[in-house]
């Protein structure tokens, strides 16, 4: 196990966040959970000149790719549209956000291109943690990787809706009552759960999860905690640390 609080040596280069991830080139690349996922995307978009979509509702995001392309033709639009990294959605819904497709049509956009295709899974309204609802997520078949995220700033936080999106399922997942203390246990035990950030992956699918603002030492132990839980899941590949709003976004990785 790595310890993100750790120094590296002084020869060493930090991982890309697509190496601590463990992307392939052309991978289906899908993030759900809370706390950092929309960061995670176009971080990976930049660094990979990547392609940007999502399953659903998703806010405008012209800004962080070189290109948005609004069609009901996706295929044609990854094949023939040369700026990356690059955006594709079906409709803008309103002024502030994007619909997203049906996850048999990212399943057949990333078949249309070479390129890592990068997906937003599900919604958690800028929460820290949260188990999905009912029609959640939205993963598609072919998926090569998903990553279920959350921030361990929750930890300490009261299992509210502050933090927390719909705290009553994460409650029911974790068996924390609603307004206690978050603890490290609860974090892994949503993130691993098949009623939170397990849900609906396919079977052919690497799972990696991410627990992201890993600002300082104290944050580092706490994800180190999370991550001790989380690598004894059977279908965990590794678990990522990251501060993705940092100029080296990888803190560490288990």
């Known amino acids: 196990m790595t310890d993100p609080s750790a120094s590296p040596a002084p020869s060493a280069s930090p991982p890309t966040l697509a190496d601590a991830l463990g992307i392939g080139p052309d991978d289906l ?37 070189a290109e948005v392309v609004v069609t009901d033709d996706p295929e044609t639009a990854v094949a023939e549209t040369q700026p990356r990294p690059l955006g594709v959605v079906p409709e803008r819904e309103r002024s502030d956000r994007y619909r997203g497709y049906d996850p048999a049509t990212v399943d057949r956009i990333a078949r249309a291109t070479d390129d890592v295709v990068l997906v937003k899974a599900d919604g958690a309204r800028s929460r820290w943690l949260k188990a999905p609802g009912e029609d959640e997520p939205q993963l598609p078949d072919t998926a090569d990787l998903v990553c279920p995220v959350a921030s361990v700033r929750v930890v300490g936080e009261p299992l509210s809706d502050e933090r927390v999106h719909r705290p009553e399922l994460v409650s029911d997942v974790s068996g924390t009552a609603v307004d ?11 993130l691993s759960n098949d009623r939170g950030g397990m849900k609906g992956v396919p079977e052919t699918a690497r799972v990696v999860p991410v627990l992201n603002m890993v600002d300082d030492e104290r944050l580092a132990e706490t994800a180190a905690e999370i991550a001790g839980w989380l690598g004894e899941h059977p279908r965990v590949d590794r678990v990522v640390a990251t501060s993705l709003a940092a100029d080296e976004p990888v803190v560490g990785f288990y």
């Open 29 to 65: 690349v899908c993030a759900v959970g809370a706390g950092g996922k929309k960061s995670l995307l176009y971080r990976l978009a930049r660094d990979l000149d990547g392609v940007v979509t999502s399953t659903v509702r998703i806010p405008i995001f012209d800004d962080e790719v």
């Open 180 to 190: 206690d203390a978050i603890s490290e246990w609860d974090v892994a035990a949503v």
